[in-house]
């Protein structure tokens, strides 16, 4: 519902005594009361009545000031009536008074009284610029003064503003430029309740107008927001953070070519130290191409493999293990197609069994998992310490943490950078494989560390209100 749909909702639970008709109040007050009929347009309470604005309120248009006229003669005068034109009142129903013209005191011009409303009646605002005056005023012939008599200005005011005004009204509109006469406005009828009600009326709407222009406030982030990132919202920011745009460069963290180097020196220590084996997926893969490139990244980021910044890339048993009742949980891609690791519904492998597989492929807290069967490409970080074992269709990504924040890393595999990559070098048709080759195949970005960090705290900022959007 738009902020305008919710203030026209409002002014019709007022208008139909749903605001307010917890408490019935005797007709207080002496009107001249008009006969509908079957004709009435709209519902209102038993008790209310109807009555005719013309009936309710002095009318009448201003005075019409060749513009000529206006400037030689009445522009920049000290002393007078402040002259309101259409323009003076605005959409938002404020009207602005210092617009430097004035006229006489004794000039004989049309006045529209401190607190009397003003509506535009004629041209392209004809219905939509609406004020109530704080001081008497001169005021131009496209403009109506209502000064209700028995009925309070202010719930005069609000009628005005109701969508179901503006449909009687916009139902007599004439002529090329569009107009109601005076004439036919005197006629448009008004639900009139008690003054009490009225009264009632206004404090509720007036209560509530507030909170619709916080809405409103929220609404115009919202429309911002979808101009920003159009279509699919979490894949555009995820695409806008791969390509820096985000969050600002900082020169001072350093360049994605300083950390590439930092990973590779840190896995040749690992090599060295024989804490992990040579691998032709994750050592001196070379660089992407121009050619691959999709398109521009900061320069201080660098554009790498996803295998060469990995300290181990694997997969799970590829044979089908002999399952137990009990024993160590044994994870396929269905305990984590969700984007997370879920460890209630696993099946189990006996406790030597898991030994020898996971002597090969053993995922520690912090790793990355990524399936890669059937559901292909959906990443979930190892958030817990209770051994497991995997199979074939979960690949095991392991990393530097003293490099590449684990959050960086989940969401660039979530990413349309990647999920296009996995979508296209997936093999078959009906169980998909995105083998471990094109895995490390994979073309990603490589930031600095602490704007990986920054980026993951703007993320978590914009991705919760994309849930609270849906």
């Not at 749909?5 to 005594?17: K, T, V, W």
């Not at 390509?243 to 600002?248: F, M, P, S």
């Not at 930092?262 to 032709?280: M, P, S, Y």
């Not at 995997?390 to 924040?405: R, T």
Request: aromatic share 10%.
């Amino acid at each position: 519902m738009t902020p305008q749909e919710l203030r026209y909702s409002i002014f019709s639970h007022a208008l139909s005594g749903a605001l307010t008709t917890d408490i019935v109040s005797p007709f207080d007050i002496k009107i001249r009361e008009i006969d509908l009929g079957d004709n009435a347009p709209f519902e209102i309470p038993e008790h209310w009545k109807w009555s005719a604005l013309g009936l309710l309120c002095e009318m009448y248009t201003g005075n019409s000031i060749p513009e000529s006229v206006k400037k030689a003669k009445y522009e920049g005068l000290k002393n007078g009536y402040d002259y309101i034109g259409t323009k003076d009142v605005s959409f938002e129903h404020t009207i602005a008074y210092e617009n430097g013209i004035r006229i006489p005191f004794d000039e004989g011009f049309k006045l529209a009284y401190k607190g009397s409303v003003l509506m535009c009646i004629e041209g392209g605002s004809a219905g939509r610029k609406i004020g109530i005056l704080d001081r008497d005023v001169c005021f131009g012939n496209k403009l109506c003064m209502f000064y209700p008599d028995v009925i309070l200005n202010s719930y005069l005011y609000y009628y005005l503003q109701s969508f179901e005004f503006k449909a009687l009204f916009n139902g007599m509109m004439t002529g090329i430029i569009g107009g109601v006469s005076i004439k036919k406005l005197k006629e448009i009828p008004i639900p009139v309740p008690p003054l009490a009600e009225q009264k009632r009326i206004v404090a509720k709407i007036e209560e509530l107008l507030p909170l619709i222009d916080r809405y409103e406030q929220a609404w115009s982030r919202l429309e911002d927001f979808n101009k920003r990132f159009p279509g699919d919202m979490q894949k555009s920011i995820l695409q806008m953070a791969l390509q820096g745009k985000l969050v600002e460069q900082r020169p001072e963290e350093g360049t994605g070519e300083e950390l590439y180097l930092q990973i590779q020196r840190e896995k040749q220590a690992l090599i060295n130290a024989g804490k992990i084996k040579r691998d032709r997926r994750t050592d001196e893969m070379g660089m992407p191409s121009d050619d691959d490139i999709p398109f521009e990244i900061p320069e201080t980021w660098k554009w790498v493999y996803l295998g060469s910044i990995l300290n181990k890339l694997t997969d799970g048993t590829h044979k089908t293990p002999k399952y137990s009742t009990s024993g160590v949980k044994f994870v396929s891609v269905k305990d984590m197609s969700s984007g997370f690791l879920s460890l209630s519904n696993t099946k189990y492998i006996t406790a030597s069994e898991h030994e020898e597989l996971y002597a090969r492929c053993d995922p520690v807290r912090g790793d990355m998992l990524l399936s890669k069967v059937g559901t292909t490409g959906v990443p979930a970080i190892v958030d817990t310490d209770e051994p497991f074992s995997l199979f074939v269709s979960v690949a095991l990504l392991k990393y530097s943490h003293d490099c590449i924040d684990e959050a960086f890393l989940y969401y660039l595999l979530k990413s349309p950078l990647v999920q296009m990559q996995a979508t296209e070098n997936t093999r078959g048709v009906g169980n998909k494989n995105w083998v471990l080759d094109a895995i490390a195949k994979t073309i990603v970005v490589l930031p600095p560390l602490a704007e990986q960090k920054r980026i993951i705290a703007r993320l978590e900022e914009l991705l919760p209100l994309c849930e609270r959007l849906k």
